[in-house]
Nanobody, 124 residues
């Protein structure tokens, strides 16, 4: 079992950058794949980016390709989401999720563990 917690959200201007962090406690961090999802008010939670448990694969939503980068540091038990060139459409609450031996899944179902989220607001 693993517990995840997101940090790094905030208010940023259009064109700015933020780096979100997802720290995971528990055993065998290196055995988990992780995904970032986001949910804007009155919208469904949507996939943003995923990284496989063995760091061999990453996967991105079309809306963030070329702007966002997901990475992991197993020594620090942390997954990152670097977000560049942000725009108001990126405003949402961002959630980190973990799946044992996950393969950068873009669906919610495979993920068993979710954080509480961190708010990202992009001002125009």
């Amino acid at each position: 079992q693993v517990q995840v917690a997101e940090t790094g959200g905030g208010l940023v201007q259009t064109g700015g950058s933020l780096r979100l962090s997802c720290s995971a406690s528990g055993r065998s961090f290196e055995s988990y794949g992780f995904g970032w999802f986001r949910q804007a008010p009155d919208k469904e939670r949507e996939f943003v980016a995923g990284i496989s448990w063995n760091n061999a694969n990453t996967h991105y939503a079309d809306s963030v390709k070329g702007r966002f980068t997901i990475s992991r540091n197993n020594a620090r038990n942390t997954v990152y989401l670097q977000m560049n060139n942000l725009n108001p459409e990126d405003t949402a609450r961002y959630y980190c999720a973990a799946a044992l031996y996950g393969l950068a899944y873009d669906a919610r179902d495979p993920y068993d563990y979710w954080g509480q989220g961190t708010q990202v607001t992009v001002a125009s």
